[in-house]
């Protein structure tokens, strides 16, 4: 098993890599994201996953918002998968560098998750698979916007590491995104996300999570950047049907 001190070495390591990624092409601008979630575990081994992403830009300029939807399967204490999940994403003009056409997104993903403690911390890993079809618009010849099927094909391969600390509900994780497809020239990592925050647990089921979140994302052309600084808030409600009610 790698030890917990070679984990943050290397958590530290891509952060600094991150933030090393600067140019003439670079803007910096705040984000301001709020998170919905909810697992209704409706078996001891299967639970439906549902989740709305509300996301934010320069002072609460509509960035992107998403719903997500999945099925997870629980292999054992440590190992959980979804086999199916879905995504569907509006994406927004905002900010410094803004797209010139709008193309929201249907995307199909799937996961694996292994979970295990080092002394006093939690340590999860996150590997997730994602097909992603995305709008292609185009100004055509009469003035008017072309391509609004969803034609533009891309995969993306996602990795994310967590730390959470139990006694006062610290969490720490770095998530880092590579893709690929016919419309993506850029193929080293094109999108890290850091995380550090605090939370509260009311009770087993209810949950609130907040703190720092750092996004460095290239655009798939590879040569304009965004690092984005602020916060993210997360409110998580589950839900458990193979208790009996009382």
Not at 126 to 133: A, G, I, T
Not at 200 to 207: E, G, R, T
Not at 208 to 226: A, P, R
Request: charged share 20%; aromatic share 16%; net charge positive.
């Amino acid at each position: 098993m790698v030890k917990l001190s070679s984990f943050v070495a290397l958590f530290l390591l891509t952060v600094q890599i991150s933030f090393a990624q600067t140019s003439a092409n670079t803007v910096n601008q705040s984000i301001e994201w709020f998170a919905l979630s909810s697992t209704a575990k409706v078996h001891k081994n299967v639970g439906l996953f549902v989740e709305g992403q509300f996301r934010f830009a320069q002072d609460l300029q509509p960035q992107q918002h998403q719903f997500r939807t999945a099925i997870e399967v629980y292999l054992s204490k440590k190992f959980a998968i979804v086999p199916v999940g879905y995504v569907y994403t509006w994406n927004h003009k905002y900010g410094k560098q803004p797209t010139a056409f709008i193309n929201n997104e249907h995307r199909i993903y799937q996961q694996i998750t292994y979970k295990h403690a080092s002394g006093r911390f939690n340590v999860q890993h996150r590997l997730r698979m994602e097909e992603r079809f995305l709008q292609s618009k185009y100004k055509a010849s009469d003035g008017g916007i072309e391509g609004t099927d969803y034609s533009d094909e891309r995969y993306r391969l996602r990795y994310r590491g967590l730390i959470y600390i139990p006694l006062n509900n610290a969490s720490l994780w770095d998530e880092v995104f590579v893709s690929w497809g016919k419309k993506v020239t850029y193929h080293k990592p094109d999108q890290n996300r850091l995380f550090t925050g605090v939370g509260y647990q009311f009770n087993k089921l209810v949950s609130i999570q907040g703190g720092f979140l750092y996004q460095m994302m290239k655009k798939s052309n590879g040569t304009l950047q965004e690092n984005n600084y602020g916060g993210m808030l997360q409110l998580t409600y589950n839900l458990d049907f193979t208790k009996p009610s009382k």
